[in-house]
């Protein structure tokens, strides 16, 4: 929860007003400071400075009593921010300047050697690059959960048939077990996006300074390496103007989101009692305040528009990076509310999802009764003449509208109709295709890889299960 911070005018900035005869405007301070929303990445801070401290020592660039003295202060400065006690302040414009402040304040000069070789913009890329691999690394935890928890639907129903819908018309039978690991390969597919957006945003950017290097003799290894990262980035200017790496958390955040809403879209419409496929659990809907009766998918319905912001997100901050010359520029403290905003709408929505899937009671009376409205065999009575009567498909796909018309001038299901009704529409039509027209059948009988076949179905369970393990 942001603190807020304590507004201050007057005289010159005392981390920087060397230079400066007077204090900054009033709006100037609200312009300019980012501490109000850049206070999440204090322990990312702390965490960084920790690191550059060990290695200016290890380096004999700064004395051991000195590192005590800091290593000490960033202690009791992680307790005090821990305990909601830290006075953060505007003037200090950012959480990087209030923290070397207080530890000035804590421990008097020897703070001042903190910042040697090093700069704010090599300091905000790290402890924002951490805070989003974080929140990737937690992505892909998430998206853990609420893949096992399709693949529980799945297996629950892994040769229960409904209707596979195209144009959301009723198509060809499917099973509830193919629907939801249709979900599973997609949301399986975001979760490689995060791993690779996470080895691809495991670089060091601390000691690239401000945008040059600097001339001190420090171990960019070093530090990348206490700090968990897979290598220092290779080139300083890139390494402080860099943010693909929120980008690319946002973009993926952003398909993953869009994963999310057509699964939320589906458990709305799923959920009406027109369709009655799925009930939804008491603990995931909400009543009306004035229709005693409703049943509302809310969390369902918010899922499904958290699409908006994240994406949203994407837009504004490639909006902001656009035409950027290098390196560093103001512009790119712009770059975190809206990866803050991301972060929080994705993992909401990726949980609350994950919980309303392993709640969820289907129903397959009402799915399986669905399954065999809308003539959906009618593809494998077509099949049936191809494969007994060597008819070409497009000839079979005439007789078989022609079967499907009679059948609904008579207001049944093609399974319905009488041998001789058949008949009257081909000859050669024997009752031995009566076995095709079920649902059972027809889900059974389309085993080609990856097809909706129960035996399907439960392998590529079986495959996911050992992928997750
Ligand atoms: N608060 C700043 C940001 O978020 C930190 C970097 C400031 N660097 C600078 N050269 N003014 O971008």
């Given amino acids: 929860m942001a603190k807020p911070s304590k507004p201050q005018t007057g005289s010159s900035n005392k981390m920087w007003g060397g230079r400066f005869t007077e204090g900054s405007d009033a709006l100037m301070l609200a312009i300019n400071s980012s501490i109000d929303y850049d206070q999440v990445m204090a322990f990312e801070d702390i965490e960084g400075s920790r690191a550059h401290v060990n290695m200016l020592v290890a380096q004999n660039i700064i004395t051991k009593d000195d590192c005590a003295a800091i290593l000490g202060g960033l202690d009791q400065i992680e307790v005090e921010i821990a305990e909601g006690r830290f006075e953060y302040s505007q003037e200090l414009e950012d959480i990087h300047l209030n923290i070397e402040n207080r530890l000035r304040e804590i421990i008097g000069d020897a703070a001042g050697r903190l910042h040697t070789a090093r700069s704010r913009n090599d300091q905000v890329a790290l402890d924002f690059r951490m805070w989003v691999r974080k ?50 390969e997609m949301f399986g597919r975001d979760l490689t996006r995060f791993q690779d957006a996470f080895e691809r945003m495991n670089e060091c950017p601390l000691g690239s300074a401000a945008l040059a290097g600097t001339g001190f003799n420090i171990d960019r290894f070093a530090t990348s390496d206490a700090l968990g990262f897979d290598r220092p980035t290779a080139n300083s200017m890139d390494g402080v103007a860099d943010r ?49 009766q409703k049943r509302n998918p809310d969390a369902a319905e918010l899922i499904r528009a958290k699409i908006g912001r ?21 512009d790119m403290q712009e770059d975190k509310e809206q990866v803050f905003d991301g972060a929080a709408s994705i993992s909401i929505a990726l949980r609350a999802m994950a919980g309303m899937m392993s709640d969820l009671t289907p129903n397959f009376d009402a799915m399986r009764k669905a399954s065999a409205t809308g003539f959906s065999t009618a593809t494998d009575l077509a099949d049936w003449l191809v494969r007994t009567l060597n008819m070409p498909f497009r000839d079979a796909h005439h007789v078989t509208g022609a079967i499907v018309k009679l059948a609904e001038d008579n207001g049944i299901d093609i399974s319905e109709l009488t ?13 031995d295709i009566f076995d095709f027209l079920t649902v059972e059948n027809s889900v059974a009988s389309r085993k080609s890889y990856g097809g909706t076949s129960p035996d399907n179905v439960r392998a590529q369970i079986t495959a996911w299960k050992e992928r997750l393990a």
């Fill in 310 to 330: 994240i994406n949203g997100a994407y837009v504004a901050l490639s909006t902001i990076m656009k035409g950027l010359p290098m390196t560093y520029s103001k």
């Fill in 419 to 431: 041998l001789d009704q058949m008949q009257s529409v081909h000859g050669e039509i024997t009752a």
């Fill in 135 to 184: 929140r990737t690394a937690q992505s892909i935890t998430e998206l853990h959960d609420l893949i096992e928890a399709l693949i529980v639907q799945a297996e629950n129903g892994a040769d229960q048939p409904m209707p596979g819908y195209t144009h959301l018309q009723v198509a060809q039978p499917v099973t509830w077990g193919h629907h939801m690991m249709a979900y599973v």
């Fill in 244 to 292: 693909d790496f929120a980008l690319e958390f946002l973009s993926t955040a952003s398909i993953c989101a869009l994963h999310l809403s057509r699964l939320a879209e589906e458990l709305v419409i799923w959920s009406t009692t027109q369709f009655s496929f799925v009930r939804i659990s008491d603990k995931w809907s909400t009543g009306s305040s004035i229709m005693p």
